[in-house]
């Protein structure tokens, strides 16, 4: 897959936010991209996502302005199911603008300039295992072998940091 952010695109599909709301677009032929479906914003205020085989991360805000995780399943583009969601309800007002995902891990920046660490084994329950405060995540990646986060801080200069996924706390 390619892309980042507010787009990825992989198997024969683009993934586009659109304003609040997220496009599925078929894109095998490259002369006449046609959207499939669109997932509304009642679903999550899309702000960065990842997509790992036909599982679509996305996070972004609820409609009640709080930070959101969502999985959706897109094996089917025209009709994609979300599998989980997990709001943050523990900040108002806030939103998340960065994700990355690796077997049973997530990681989610940018919630308050928190990063947090999700356990996804129950993909329809979601649960939060970590959270670092005050780290201002612009960008999150996991290691192949899923143990170590990688993030960069914004700031002037702007500070790569590895985290340990092996004891979240």
């Known amino acids: ?3 980042g952010d507010r787009m990825v695109a ?3 599909m683009a993934y586009v936010q659109v304003g609040n709301v997220l496009d599925v677009i078929d894109i095998t032929t490259p002369s006449a991209p046609q959207v499939k479906a669109t997932i509304p914003s009642s679903t999550i205020y899309p ?3 990842t997509l790992v085989g036909t599982r679509l991360y996305v996070v972004g805000r609820n409609t009640s302005s709080q930070a959101r995780f969502v999985a959706i399943d897109v094996s089917t583009p025209a009709s994609p199911t979300v599998l989980g969601t997990k709001d943050f309800t523990d900040v108002s007002s806030a939103f ?3 994700v990355a ?3 049973t891990k997530a990681i989610v920046g ?3 300039n928190d990063l947090r660490i999700l356990d996804i084994s129950n993909i329809s329950t979601p649960q939060q295992i970590g959270r670092l405060v005050n780290v201002a995540p612009i ?5 192949p072998d899923g143990n170590y986060a990688y993030f960069v801080s ?3 200069p702007a500070t790569l940091t590895v985290v340990s996924l092996t004891a979240p706390t």
């Open 110 to 112: 940018g919630i308050a």
């Open 101 to 103: 995902v690796n077997g």
């Open 96 to 98: 998340a603008t960065t």
């Open 1 to 3: 897959s390619i892309g």
């Open 139 to 143: 960008a999150v990646k996991i290691s």
């Open 47 to 49: 702000l960065g996502m």
């Open 10 to 12: 992989g198997n024969g």
């Open 154 to 156: 914004s700031g002037s």
